[in-house]
């Protein structure tokens, strides 16, 4: 009996001090990862100026002055979340190299394809929303780093394309914005209003 009593209270010992032990640090950029993710939920669900640093700090689990230690200010968080969820580069080469081979399908698949895929983050069109209904200089950043580089491709590609006979006259910004406009119109009405196929 004596023997269960003492090896009861070594085993309690030995759980207080493990969990006394400190939780393990956070690398800085799996911390500067976490701000931004919950900075971009928060911007999604309640707009850049609905969204406070402190609110952002709370969700991430960190200190507001941690938080303004990785970004001074919420624009610098913003500009961080387009650049994260903003990466072109391979969808851009893609479509450049289609550009070249005059492959038509392939290349309005690709960029309707992006953006309409299942799995696609709602979270950018929700900040480009936020940002525009809120009159913010943000939402040019936005659509500057988004939208306005395809525009400009497709628009030439679709100049090229009437210039050489392949496609009839239009205009080929006008042709550029209706194709990305049923893109977004799509994103709309699946990712905002919750329309399901």
Do not use: C, W
């Not at 391979?90 to 550009?99: K, P, S």
Request: hydrophobic share 45%; glycine share 6%; aromatic share 10%.
């Amino acid at each position: 009996m004596l023997t269960s009593l003492v090896s009861d209270h070594l085993l309690t010992m030995k759980q207080a001090k493990n969990s006394l032990r400190k939780p393990s640090r956070t690398s800085g950029p799996e911390r500067q990862a976490g701000l931004i993710s919950a900075a971009a939920s928060l911007f999604a669900a309640t707009g850049f100026q609905g969204t406070t640093t402190k609110e952002i700090a709370k969700a991430a689990g960190v200190s507001e002055a941690l938080l303004f230690k990785y970004f001074p200010t919420k624009r610098a968080l913003y500009a961080a979340i387009l650049a994260e969820k903003a990466q072109y580069s391979e969808l851009r080469d893609a479509v450049e190299e289609a550009a070249k081979k005059q492959d038509d399908t392939r290349l309005f698949t690709l960029l309707a394809s992006y953006r309409i895929k299942k799995g696609a983050d709602p979270t950018m069109l929700r900040l480009l929303l936020f940002s525009a209904l809120e009159g913010h200089e943000l939402s040019d950043m936005f659509f500057q780093r988004q939208y306005r580089a395809f525009h400009d491709l497709l628009a030439h590609y679709i100049g090229k394309r009437i210039e050489s006979g392949a496609f009839r006259p239009v205009d080929p910004l006008l042709a550029a914005r209706a194709f990305f406009g049923i893109i977004v119109h799509h994103r709309l009405l699946h990712d905002i209003l919750g329309l399901t196929p």
